[in-house]
C-alpha cells in the first residue's frame, strides 16, 4: 500500500518570496512517479510537475521546482517568485510505475497555500 | 478544444434519486479514472477502466457501478443516492507515454439533499 502526508494544511507567502510546500510517503514499490497538483478555486485539478523515481535529478518547470530525496522518501515542492495565480489547495500525488493498464493517484490531505501581495 | 470533459458540473438531487455523470476524454488516452473529493478535499480513488475493461475497483458501494461504452468514455452512475454520497467528483484519463500522469476533467459537484 501507499501512502502521502502533507503535513502543512495551509501555508502563506508574500507576492515574489519563495516558498517550500512539504510531502513525505511510503511505498513498497521500486518503481514510482511522484506528482504535485495544483486546484485553484476553480477546482480543476492542473499538474504541476512529475518526477520519476529513478531519476535522480530532481525535476523542474519555470518558477516551480522539487527537493527529490528517495532514502528519506521525501519530495518537497518550491515556488519560487510567487505569483497572486499560485494561490490554490497543493497536492501531493504517488502512482507506482506499472507496465500497463491503470495507475491510481494515491494524494496527501492538500496544503492551501496563500499569496499575500 | 476540451481535453477531459465532465457533465453536468453541478448536480443537485433528493436522496434515494438515481444519477449519471458523463465523462469524455478527446486526448486519445486509454485508460479513465472516476475520483472522489471529500469535504475536507481529500482525494481518492474509485474506479479505472483500461481499454473498456475494469482495472480498478477500489472498495465503493455497489450502488456505484461505472460504465465505459468505449475507451473515449466513461460513465458513473449512481443508485439511490445518500447524504454521503454528496461530494466532487472528477474523471480522470492517462496514457502509456507519459506513464502516471493523469489528466483530470472539472469535476461534477453532487449535492444530495
Known amino acids: 500500500a501507499q501512502t502521502v502526508t502533507q503535513s502543512q494544511p495551509e501555508m502563506s507567502v508574500q507576492e515574489a518570496e519563495t516558498v517550500t510546500l512539504s510531502c513525505t510517503y511510503d511505498t513498497s514499490e521500486s518503481d514510482y512517479y511522484l506528482f504535485w497538483y495544483k486546484q485553484p478555486p476553480s477546482r480543476q485539478m492542473i499538474l504541476v510537475i512529475r518526477?520519476?523515481?529513478?531519476?535522480?535529478q530532481n525535476a523542474t518547470e519555470n518558477r516551480f521546482s522539487v527537493n527529490f530525496q528517495k532514502a528519506a522518501k521525501s519530495f518537497s515542492l518550491k515556488i519560487s517568485d510567487s505569483q497572486l495565480g499560485d494561490a490554490a489547495m497543493y497536492f501531493c500525488a504517488l502512482t507506482p510505475a506499472v507496465s500497463q493498464g491503470a495507475q491510481k493517484l494515491v494524494f496527501g490531505q492538500g496544503t492551501r497555500l496563500t499569496i499575500n501581495p | 478544444d476540451t481535453a477531459v470533459s465532465q457533465t453536468p458540473k453541478y448536480l443537485v438531487t433528493q436522496m434515494g434519486n438515481d444519477k449519471s455523470i458523463k465523462c469524455e476524454q478527446n486526448l486519445g488516452h486509454d485508460t479513465m479514472y472516476w475520483y472522489k473529493q471529500d469535504s475536507k478535499k481529500f482525494l481518492k480513488i474509485m474506479f479505472s477502466y483500461n481499454n473498456k475493461e475494469l482495472i480498478i475497483n477500489e472498495t465503493v458501494p455497489n450502488r456505484f457501478s461505472p460504465k465505459s461504452p468505449d475507451k473515449a468514455h466513461l460513465n458513473l452512475h449512481i443508485n439511490s443516492l445518500e447524504l454521503g454520497d454528496s461530494a466532487v467528483y472528477f474523471c480522470?484519463?492517462?496514457?502509456?507515454?507519459?506513464?502516471?500522469?493523469?489528466?483530470f476533467g472539472p469535476g461534477t459537484r453532487l449535492t444530495v439533499l
Open positions: 480522470a484519463s492517462s496514457n502509456r507515454d507519459r506513464a502516471g500522469e493523469q489528466f
Open positions: 518526477q520519476e523515481a529513478y531519476k535522480q
